[in-house]
């Protein structure tokens, strides 16, 4: 390729090489991207049983993969060079899990959506130190979801994430076992995270980074994966596949649609399945995010998955393609969605034994940045509150997570949410100038002293200081953090 100086003209005709060509679409078509490479389905942990306990034995190591023919990429992962295996354990087993760090850094390792006592959460306050193993375990408890573990070290979420450590969790139930959906592991039951690249493989496009000088800002340094791979194409060989969308990215909010505008079934969010599919043509998906969605397809037709990227302006970016569908000349399986899926418990927001507000503007929540020592919130074990989310940037995105629990969104902007985002969550995208109102219920037990994390999960936020502590106490006991101490056998490694 011809070199382009970066001059006045030269920054118009970049600007104009880069419109286009499609610079969202970037290195050598040849052997990376253009629908070259088949998707890769990520492995299912192995696991074993001591007694009735369900064992996995997880390492987290520092490798190379080679994504452009040739052309090694540092990166780290786990029982592997990149990426994660997915966990699949069931509702009502016990697990243990040893995690080994073979890093050259501490981290953490956070287990998104499960519901676990709060010193076995894998936040900040559960370090892994180089060449340690930590080693939790817990009763699962909760209905059959897609979930997602990834490291929480305070400050360097960001940069673990973006080298590989990021792997689904799912977790099945007799109720989802009972109905008619696909369930094939990697053949109609399909994992999709979409994740960021690492640094150093968007840092080898020189043409890339001559654009980043002129244009700057998160998507012109963003590279966006799936599974690992640049725009893979999967065969298909079912009439249905569910396709468990996760939104693994750093700081994107990416809105999916195919591109002949299909409907497909939603089915689950982050909290389990619906009471019943709901149509769609398109999802938006904030980072964290989890949606499971069932498409049809017909015998010998092709069909892409696209994503664009919701700008602080609630405007959206260019499309990109995400991943290509080619279905067989001959499908097999059903060709219908159950009507009916999961029984929903309902929730009187009238029975919230209080309201609290958290102020998002900036990298701050109420004013404040996460403090390690500091207990922000407490809240009682067993009950349910209101949370009100205000984001109050004028144009700043900001998402909000809860770790440890499920709740329900009342609201947003004083309007009912859509019908995709009435049942459990733990990740919701908070729009600038908008108040999201949530229906929070907390652990049945006390945490002990060791607290869970709420934040934005756009990661450079987090990072930031984007992010407090709240304390599950006993009924009965003081609500004034003043009066409560984080365990003394917490870590607090930054």
């Not at 004013?367 to 004028?394: C, F, K, P, Y």
Request: hydrophobic share 40%; with cysteine.
């Amino acid at each position: 390729m011809k070199k382009i100086l970066i001059s006045a003209l030269g920054a118009v005709v970049l600007i104009s090489v880069a419109v286009t060509t499609g610079y969202f679409l970037p290195l050598n078509q040849g052997n990376f991207g253009g629908f070259q490479r088949q998707l890769p389905i990520p492995p299912l942990a192995e696991s074993a049983f001591d007694g009735s306990v369900r064992t996995f034995d997880l390492t987290m190591q520092a490798g190379t993969t080679e994504f452009i023919d040739g052309q090694e990429i540092e990166t780290w992962g786990i029982n592997g060079d990149y990426l994660s295996p997915t966990l699949r354990v069931n509702d009502g087993e016990e697990i243990q899990i040893r995690v080994s760090n073979e890093l050259p850094e501490d981290t953490t390792m956070h287990w998104h959506g499960l519901h676990v006592p709060a010193k076995m959460d894998g936040g900040p306050h559960q370090p892994i130190a180089i060449d340690a193993i930590w080693t939790p375990n817990w009763q699962v408890s909760q209905k059959a979801s897609t979930n997602w573990y990834h490291p929480h070290l305070h400050g360097r979420s960001e940069a673990h994430v973006k080298a590989g450590l990021v792997g689904m969790f799912i977790v099945d139930d007799l109720e989802e076992a009972t109905l008619d959906l696909p369930r094939s592991y990697g053949i109609d039951d399909i994992p999709l995270i979409i994740h960021d690249a690492p640094d150093a493989l968007v840092s080898t496009n020189p043409f890339r980074t001559a654009i980043d000088e002129l244009l700057g800002g998160r998507r012109a340094q963003n590279l966006t994966l799936v599974n690992g791979e640049l725009e893979p194409y999967l065969d298909v060989t079912t009439s249905l596949v569910r396709l468990r969308l996760l939104n693994g990215s750093i700081g994107d909010v990416f809105d999916f649609s195919f591109s002949d505008q299909r409907d497909f079934a939603i089915i689950a969010s982050e909290g389990g399945l619906f009471d019943a599919p709901v149509s769609a043509t398109s999802i938006l998906m904030s980072p964290g995010e989890r949606y499971e969605i069932v498409v049809e397809f017909e015998a010998g037709e092709t069909a892409v998955l696209n994503r664009s990227a919701l700008d602080d302006d609630n405007g959206e970016s260019t499309v990109e393609s995400t991943i290509e569908f080619r279905a067989a000349s001959t499908l097999n399986g059903s060709t219908e969605v159950p009507e009916t899926l999961a029984a929903q418990i309902a929730r009187d927001p009238q029975e919230a034994s209080g309201t609290r507000t958290f102020d998002m503007s900036g990298v701050q929540i109420n004013g404040l940045m996460m403090d390690m020592n500091r207990i922000d919130q407490v809240v009682h074990a067993g009950t349910s509150e209101i949370w009100s989310i205000r984001n109050l940037d004028r144009r700043e995105l900001h998402n909000f997570h809860v770790h440890g629990v499920s709740f329900r969104v009342l609201d947003v902007g004083g309007v009912a949410p859509p019908e995709h985002q009435v049942w459990d969550k733990d990740t919701v995208l908070v729009p600038p100038e908008t108040t999201v109102n949530l229906l929070v219920t907390f652990p049945e037990v006390s945490g002990e002293g060791w607290p869970f994390m709420f934040h934005c999960h756009f990661l450079r936020h987090e990072g930031r200081g984007m992010m407090g502590q709240y304390l599950v106490v006993n009924q009965g006991e003081s609500l004034n953090p003043e009066d409560h101490e984080i365990s003394s056998m917490a870590g607090h490694s930054h």
